[in-house]
């Protein structure tokens, strides 16, 4: 008698906790998907689509024939700060660029990397995003496509020219260059289940300043 | 029954062990913590009651070239300091409140549990990443390595019971991604560097700091009571961007002398005295004119960008929150059947 009582208190108990991992469970499938899915609209129609036309009109120049002052930005800005836009045509998104690359500031945009000079200034500009936001199309980025960055120094056109994938820690990508470069790192591969274990990088010369 | 119970305690090592691995992958590895400085990071030298230079100092930094003095006033042979990316706090509260947070930094460094008793003279020896204490001083003659076994993040802490002196020549050697930025110096009194030294690491020390005559210095000599004493020196206060070599054969470096047996030394509770009375007889002095030779560059983040940055992690933890989710989902599945099934 007693036995079967336990039995029953036994199979109460595993019931309930059967269903209240599948209640945990999808509420966490939920949850995450809501936030993988609830990216702020970064699709609007930008203004620059006539420029942009114009733009590609004229031939390429030689990244390194452009004068480029040394410092455009008077202030530093700080941590947190926003300093601008990335505008991707090809992806048909405007990006805020936010000061730093923690946490709190790639859930606000894309962070510049602090080590890095500020876009369009003469060596490598760096800029962070998360794979899973910002960042999520830049897969289908390819080669020769433009990149506009627009700052207070003013507006700073890219054009691709390599797109690699490196290994996290590589030290490779994070150098100064001799010319204006914007690199753009993500982590890769853009799907993957726990921390990705490479970056997916972008590099674009700077062929217009105006 | 035997087998559904069975079936039961497999199912929830499995989740378990899924959580752990999914949802903390990185906090296994979880590292020691640096010694959070405060403002007082910003100031490469930093003193309470003097603060004297003989021959040509030159002070730089990304972080910060300060300069700060408090309580006291005296900064004799600041004609002879060339500091760029930095300014000079005398008494002023910027030297005030640097000066409170190294108390706070001070007293977390010299918190730290130790892990290794070390000798009295480092020299000749490589060392891994963690905390390291000797009773009373602790001498480098010749080189001492710091090993970061190919972690940029990794951190030294060495606390001295009384003193910290560097011999002549002596030289602290980095390898394998090791950061001056993440060595921390805590000295219960006082800093000797030999001449012509090179040395690495933010020195916090309660008493007085020397640099004799042409150390260079790759952090930060902060002196909590006392005086900082500078002779030719070049002091460089930054971050370092460690290259991690790939070393595929990383040696276990030997840890020297491990005392498992160590007696818990009541930490050195920097009695700071409220002797700081704002002493009303050092009127603001007009002599305090700039002078022409002191060069002070305007603070900059990033005079150009670095070489070798880290590339910044850039995953939100929805992908591993989505992969937890259903992990419990099947499991309580699976629960759920095979407790229906018997």
Same mark, same amino acid.
């Given at each position: 008698?007693?036995?079967?009582?336990?039995?029953?208190?036994?199979?109460?108990? @595993?019931?309930?906790? %059967?269903?209240?991992?599948?209640?945990? !469970?999808?509420?966490?499938?939920?949850?995450?998907?809501?936030?993988?899915?609830?990216?702020?609209?970064? %699709?609007?129609?930008?203004?620059?689509?006539?420029?942009?036309? =114009?733009?590609?009109?004229?031939?390429?120049?030689?990244?390194?024939? $452009?004068?480029?002052?040394?410092?455009?930005?008077? @202030?530093?800005?700080?941590?947190?700060?926003?300093? !601008?836009?990335?505008?991707?045509?090809?992806? =048909?998104?405007?990006?805020?660029?936010?000061? !730093?690359?923690?946490?709190?500031?790639?859930?606000?945009? @894309?962070?510049?990397?602090?080590? %890095?000079?500020?876009?369009?200034?003469?060596?490598?500009?760096?800029? %962070?995003?998360?794979?899973?936001?910002?960042?999520?199309?830049?897969?289908?980025?390819?080669?020769?496509?433009?990149? $506009?960055?627009?700052?207070?120094?003013?507006?700073?056109?890219?054009?691709?020219?390599?797109?690699? $994938?490196?290994?996290?820690?590589?030290?490779?990508?994070?150098?100064?260059?001799?010319?204006?470069?914007?690199?753009?790192?993500?982590?890769?591969?853009?799907?993957?289940?726990?921390?990705?274990?490479?970056?997916?990088?972008?590099?674009?010369?700077?062929?217009?300043?105006? | 029954?035997?087998?559904?119970?069975?079936?039961?305690?497999?199912?929830?090592?499995? /989740?378990?062990?899924?959580?752990?691995?999914?949802? #903390?992958?990185?906090?296994?590895?979880?590292?020691?913590?640096?010694?959070?400085?405060?403002?007082?990071?910003?100031?490469?030298?930093?003193?309470?009651?003097?603060?004297?230079?003989?021959?040509?100092?030159?002070? &730089?930094?990304?972080?910060?070239?300060?300069?700060?003095?408090?309580?006291?006033?005296?900064?004799?042979?600041?004609?002879?300091?060339?500091?760029?990316?930095?300014?000079?706090?005398?008494? &002023?509260?910027?030297?005030?409140?640097?000066?409170?947070?190294?108390?706070?930094?001070?007293?977390?460094?010299?918190?730290?549990?130790? &892990?290794?008793?070390?000798?009295?003279?480092?020299?000749?020896?490589?060392?891994?990443?963690?905390?390291?204490?000797? *009773?009373?001083?602790?001498?480098?003659?010749?080189?001492?390595?710091?090993?970061?076994?190919? &972690?940029?993040?990794? /951190?030294?802490?060495?606390?001295?019971?009384?003193?910290?002196?560097?011999?002549?020549?002596?030289?602290?050697?980095?390898?394998?991604?090791?950061?001056?930025?993440?060595?921390?110096?805590?000295?219960?009194?006082?800093?000797?560097?030999?001449?012509?030294?090179?040395?690495?690491?933010?020195?916090?020390?309660? *008493?007085?700091?020397?640099?004799?005559?042409?150390?260079?210095?790759?952090?930060?000599?902060?002196?909590?009571?006392?005086? #900082?004493?500078?002779?030719?020196?070049?002091?460089?206060?930054? /971050?370092?961007?460690?290259?991690?070599?790939?070393?595929?054969?990383?040696?276990?470096?030997?840890? /020297?002398?491990?005392?498992?047996?160590?007696?818990?030394?009541?930490?050195?509770?920097?009695?700071?005295?409220?002797?700081?009375?704002?002493?009303?007889?050092?009127?603001?002095?007009?002599?305090?004119?700039?002078?022409?030779?002191? #060069?002070?560059?305007?603070?900059?983040?990033?005079?150009?960008? #670095?070489?070798?940055?880290?590339?910044?992690?850039?995953?939100?933890?929805?992908?591993?929150?989505?992969?937890?989710?259903?992990?419990?989902?099947?499991?309580?599945?699976?629960?759920?059947?095979?407790?229906?099934?018997?």
């Amino acid at each position: 008698m007693y036995k079967i009582k336990l039995t029953k208190g036994k199979t109460y108990l @595993v019931t309930i906790l %059967s269903i209240g991992f599948i209640v945990v !469970g999808i509420g966490c499938i939920t949850w995450a998907m809501i936030n993988i899915g609830a990216q702020p609209d970064y %699709s609007a129609p930008y203004e620059y689509t006539t420029e942009v036309a =114009n733009i590609k009109l004229e031939p390429s120049p030689v990244p390194l024939a $452009i004068d480029i002052e040394k410092n455009l930005y008077p @202030v530093d800005p700080s941590a947190g700060d926003n300093i !601008g836009s990335l505008t991707i045509p090809a992806l =048909n998104q405007e990006l805020p660029i936010i000061q !730093g690359t923690d946490a709190d500031e790639l859930k606000e945009g @894309v962070g510049h990397f602090i080590q %890095s000079v500020l876009p369009g200034e003469e060596d490598n500009c760096v800029l %962070s995003g998360h794979r899973d936001t910002v960042f999520a199309k830049l897969g289908k980025l390819k080669i020769g496509e433009q990149l $506009i960055v627009e700052t207070s120094a003013g507006i700073y056109t890219y054009e691709i020219d390599a797109i690699r $994938i490196v290994d996290k820690d590589d030290k490779t990508v994070i150098v100064p260059t001799d010319h204006a470069v914007l690199t753009l790192s993500t982590c890769y591969p853009f799907d993957f289940f726990g921390d990705a274990p490479d970056r997916y990088i972008i590099t674009a010369d700077l062929v217009i300043n105006k | 029954m035997k087998k559904q119970s069975k079936m039961r305690v497999i199912s929830l090592s499995l /989740i378990l062990f899924l959580l752990i691995i999914v949802v #903390v992958p990185t906090k296994s590895t979880a590292a020691q913590q640096t010694v959070n400085l405060g403002t007082s990071s910003r100031f490469a030298v930093l003193a309470g009651s003097t603060i004297t230079n003989t021959g040509t100092t030159t002070i &730089d930094g990304t972080v910060g070239a300060d300069i700060g003095l408090y309580p006291g006033t005296a900064f004799d042979g600041r004609t002879n300091v060339t500091i760029s990316g930095g300014e000079i706090h005398m008494t &002023d509260t910027n030297a005030s409140k640097a000066k409170d947070d190294l108390l706070t930094a001070y007293n977390d460094a010299a918190g730290r549990p130790l &892990d290794v008793t070390i000798a009295a003279d480092l020299g000749g020896t490589t060392l891994s990443p963690g905390t390291y204490k000797s *009773e009373s001083s602790i001498q480098i003659t010749g080189t001492l390595t710091l090993d970061a076994m190919g &972690d940029p993040e990794a /951190i030294f802490i060495f606390q001295a019971g009384s003193t910290l002196t560097t011999a002549s020549y002596s030289t602290i050697n980095l390898v394998n991604g090791a950061q001056f930025s993440r060595v921390f110096w805590q000295v219960g009194s006082s800093a000797t560097l030999g001449t012509y030294s090179h040395f690495e690491g933010h020195i916090l020390a309660m *008493e007085s700091i020397t640099a004799n005559t042409g150390a260079k210095i790759m952090g930060q000599l902060l002196a909590q009571n006392g005086a #900082v004493t500078l002779d030719s020196n070049s002091i460089s206060n930054g /971050i370092n961007i460690a290259i991690v070599t790939p070393t595929p054969m990383i040696i276990p470096t030997p840890i /020297i002398t491990p005392t498992p047996m160590v007696t818990p030394t009541p930490t050195v509770t920097p009695a700071v005295t409220p002797t700081v009375t704002p002493t009303p007889t050092i009127t603001p002095t007009p002599t305090v004119t700039p002078t022409p030779i002191l #060069v002070i560059a305007a603070p900059t983040t990033a005079p150009g960008t #670095v070489t070798g940055g880290q590339l910044p992690k850039t995953a939100t933890p929805w992908y591993n929150v989505f992969l937890a989710g259903t992990v419990l989902t099947l499991v309580g599945g699976i629960m759920a059947w095979s407790n229906r099934k018997h």
